[in-house]
């Protein structure tokens, strides 16, 4: 079974600008809904429960049919009362404890949680604000040998991870997202 940690989000208009003003809000979907169809039959997708991907994640993954045991989400209950509803849809949901009301502190917590919880083959960047950054940077520490594909095709912080260099330029260009993740996810057959 493969292990691929999904770090993403739709940027919002009223955070910083440079992620909004560069976001592709239908490159996001496309690439969550091909993430979905690609890795679920074989492998597991572990993510935090951004409001904006959740459900993405769900309707992608009953549209499909697919196992919805394989996405594993993390939430800190920082957040608890305030979770989209369809965390519901999940069966395994992963509630990190808050660190005090220490928003900053609850989600470094809950990050750390998450990409500990596994030994990923390779993380997926999507569109994304400022939290990718230290997504990666845990993600990068923690797994040295594992992939790392920040899809700068969905703009915002994917798109400013994958500028600061060293990634397959095919990342800068491709949109056909279904081909990309079995070129680039899947064991060579």
């Not at 900053?104 to 596994?118: E, F, K």
């Not at 400022?130 to 594909?149: M, Q, S, T, W």
Request: hydrophobic fraction near 45%.
């Amino acid at each position: 079974m493969i292990e691929i940690f999904l770090s993403a989000s739709v940027p919002l208009p009223e955070r910083d600008r440079v992620f909004f003003d560069t976001a592709d809000v239908l490159a996001i979907r496309e690439a969550i809904k091909a993430l979905v169809e690609v890795v679920l039959p074989i492998g597991r997708i572990t993510c935090g429960g951004h409001p904006a991907i959740t459900p993405l994640l769900a309707l992608f993954a009953r549209e499909a049919n697919l196992d919805r045991d394989r996405l594993a989400i993390y939430q800190s209950k920082l957040f608890a009362g305030r979770l989209p509803p369809e965390l519901a849809d999940f069966v395994n949901v992963q509630m990190v404890p808050a660190v005090g009301n220490d928003r900053t502190a609850s989600l470094t917590a809950m990050r750390r949680a998450m990409i500990d919880s596994r030994s990923f083959s390779a993380a997926v960047i999507v569109g994304g604000m400022e939290g990718i950054y230290e997504e990666n940077d845990l993600f990068v520490e923690r797994h040295p040998n594992a992939a790392v594909l920040p899809l700068s095709t969905t703009g915002a912080a994917a798109k400013i991870v994958y500028d600061r260099g060293g990634y397959d330029p095919i990342l800068a260009r491709d949109r056909t997202y279904s081909s990309l993740f079995r070129r680039k996810l899947l064991p060579s057959v």
